[in-house]
């Protein structure tokens, strides 16, 4: 993998979905601010965060590695999402627009890692 990070289509994909994520853990109830709200946040940030530490492993071995805990990292959004809107802390127009920008990054994550490891993903 040549060049940042930054140009990663799955890194800036990651940093859309954080953000978008953190604008709706603001409209948890406040009791789950160290629950639900708390693990969403930390999930999402690592998800960029393993995508970034990938980058900068000298292998494709040791970034797929990092990739592949991206992917869970963002699985661990995708249900605390679900959780969110199945305690209607969220709405569900709210929460499927979320869910495909994640489904957009399962994606693109799925094809960056094939394209390191072809016999991967």
């Known amino acids: 993998m040549v060049g940042s990070y930054k140009d990663l289509?799955?890194?800036?994909?990651?940093?859309?979905?954080?953000?978008?994520?953190?604008r709706q853990t603001e409209g948890l109830p406040r009791?789950?601010?160290?629950?639900?709200?708390?693990?969403l946040r930390r999930a999402r940030v690592s998800v960029s965060s393993n995508i970034a530490e990938g980058k900068?492993?000298?292998?494709?071995?040791?970034a797929c590695?990092?990739?592949h805990h991206a992917r869970g990292s963002l699985l661990e959004v995708e249900?605390?999402?679900?959780?969110a809107e199945g305690l209607r802390y969220v709405s569900?127009?709210?929460?499927?627009?979320?869910l495909r920008?994640?489904?957009?990054?399962?994606?693109?994550l799925n094809a960056l890692i094939k394209s390191l490891n072809p016999m991967a993903a």
């Open 31 to 39: 009791e789950e601010r160290y629950g639900l709200t708390s693990q």
């Open 9 to 22: 289509r799955a890194w800036k994909l990651s940093m859309e979905m954080a953000m978008e994520a953190d």
């Open 65 to 67: 590695t990092f990739l």
């Open 101 to 108: 920008l994640v489904e957009a990054l399962a994606k693109t």
């Open 92 to 98: 569900e127009t709210e929460t499927r627009r979320l």
């Open 79 to 83: 249900t605390q999402l679900l959780i």
């Open 56 to 62: 900068g492993r000298s292998s494709d071995k040791g």
